[in-house]
């Protein structure tokens, strides 16, 4: 057991880990009872069970989800980076402005896992595209949340990150902007999905996955 510890813990902390997602703040693009794997080799390589960097061949770019260390608590989180360093970043109404320029929004009717959203409030879906590529994002109408936010410049050596569910999710509209080095390494797929809401049966359909855009 203690030799498996000491190749499969360096390995995690690394490399490669997976994690799962207890919380509804990327949907539809990430559910609930998702097992994310983490690619911990995406923009640099760390030293094993710290965050010190040996070497840097890449920055997180806009689009990409990210797992990242919460400068609140230290929990980590998953979210989408929508912004980096020097961007201007802007909320309207949950229009997403970039460097001034609004994003574009289709709403749609259905996402390919609608049923299984599990929302008190009726969900609003739409394709959200611009500078961060084109995903999905959720909207609540009815529920009290923060929808718009001031022009700000994302600092050196940060970035803005906000859930794919714009109003059920606790990300830099309250927290602020992440620094680079509080992100573990970018999420690429889907291993597993249990669905918490039916007795944990497997979501067969996202097993093995990569994210729906």
Excluded at 52 to 79: C, E, N, Q, Y
Excluded at 95 to 109: A, C, G, H, Q, S
Excluded at 152 to 169: L, T
Aim: glycine letters at 8%; aromatic letters at 10%; hydrophobic letters at 40%.
């Amino acid at each position: 057991m203690a030799v498996v510890a000491a190749i499969v813990c360096p390995f995690k902390s690394a490399i490669a880990e997976w994690n799962w997602v207890p919380t509804g703040s990327m949907k539809p693009t990430i559910l609930e009872g998702d097992l994310v794997f983490v690619n911990k080799l995406a923009y640099d390589l760390k030293v094993p069970l710290t965050l010190k960097r040996l070497a840097t061949w890449d920055d997180p770019k806009p689009g990409d989800i990210v797992v990242f260390f919460s400068p609140v608590d230290g929990m980590r989180l998953v979210k989408r980076v929508v912004a980096g360093p020097g961007d201007a970043v802007e909320l309207r109404s949950n229009r997403l402005f970039i460097n001034d320029r609004p994003m574009d929004y289709e709403t749609v009717d259905s996402h390919p896992f609608t049923g299984e959203l599990h929302e008190d409030a009726t969900p609003l879906l739409s394709h959200e595209s611009g500078s961060a590529g084109r995903h999905w994002v959720l909207e609540l109408p009815t529920r009290s949340a923060l929808r718009s936010f001031p022009r700000q410049v994302v600092p050196d050596g940060s970035y803005f990150m906000m859930g794919d569910s714009r109003d059920n999710s606790m990300d830099s509209r309250f927290f602020g902007c992440v620094d680079r080095r509080q992100i573990v390494g970018r999420a690429e797929g889907v291993l597993l999905s249990l669905d918490k809401n039916h007795s944990y049966a497997p979501r067969f359909g996202r097993t093995l996955s990569g994210f729906t855009d």
